[in-house]
């Protein structure tokens, strides 16, 4: 399954593997669905689609004579509450990662340096985690907790940080800010307000592919000639950079619950549930940081 977050990508519920089969009547589980015009067509597209027959030669008892077929009922696919339980391990070891190192990492004026330097480590272990489970043919349990565990001591150091040196409460305000996006999303999503197709797709990554490159530019600059580089990520144009990275995440936001949906809808594996939470995670906390990017920029112009 491919992941819509900005770095990571994954293989796609998708029938051809890509995103062309948006608006595509799914097959769940591979059950035939006859074409047009062609009672006998087989299903080409979905990639979980099986021989229905395969594991139960006796499927059709039962069934009257010039009856269409039936697939059978199948286990081991993915569920929504899959999905649901996936996500919450990987976002409770996250939280309490960061509760932790919030708590252990104290972040005084003899201690930020280590503090601080510990958590960057943190964040560049857990980068180079997902990107290993992002090209993984097959979603590792093991090495998605333990990239949530690392990502949890980064934004345990860097919330303790901007909560007790730069804006009082600015964690909370986050996390209620990200919760508030998610749930906004979700509604809109399943309101079909949002139409997650290949066009919101192709904006979607075009805008977001253009954001990264900015703040990667940014930050060399940051880098090599000191101050705020360009200025993206600091005053008036850092919130506005800070809401545009809101609005990328709650658009990824859709894009994985389109991708949770296919998977369900296309009899994906029930360990395909660990991959989207692995992207929801990715995209819960590129929201949570921008917020709290958001939130310090606003509290140091006061």
Known sequence: MRSRNPVFSRRGFSRDNGYAGFNTAPQAGGPAVATQGNPYAQPTGNPYAQNPYAQNPYAQQGQQFGAPPQAPATTGRMTIDD?????ASTLGVLVLAAA???????????NIGRSYGIGIGAALIGMVLAFVQSF???????????????????LGVVSNIVDNRIADGAAMQAVLGTMAVFAGVLVAYKAGWIRVNRRF???????????????AVNMLFAVFGGGDGLGF???ALGVVFGVIGIILG???LA????????????????????????????TLVWIYLEFLRLISILNSSD
């Open 255 to 282: 894009l994985d619950f389109k991708q949770v949906e296919d998977g369900i809808a296309y009899g994906a594996p029930r360990e395909e549930a660990w991959l989207a939470a692995f992207g929801l995670t990715l």
């Open 136 to 154: 993984k043919r097959k979603a590792s349990p093991a090495l998605i907790l333990t990239y949530a565990a690392f990502e949890g001591v980064f």
């Open 201 to 215: 797709y192709g904006f979607v990554m075009a805008a977001a592919l253009g954001f990264i490159l900015l703040m």
């Open 100 to 110: 932790l190192s919030w708590a252990l990492l104290p972040v005084d004026d003899a």
């Open 250 to 252: 709650a658009c990824f």
């Open 233 to 235: 990520r600091s005053g």
């Open 83 to 87: 999905v649901i339980m996936r996500t």
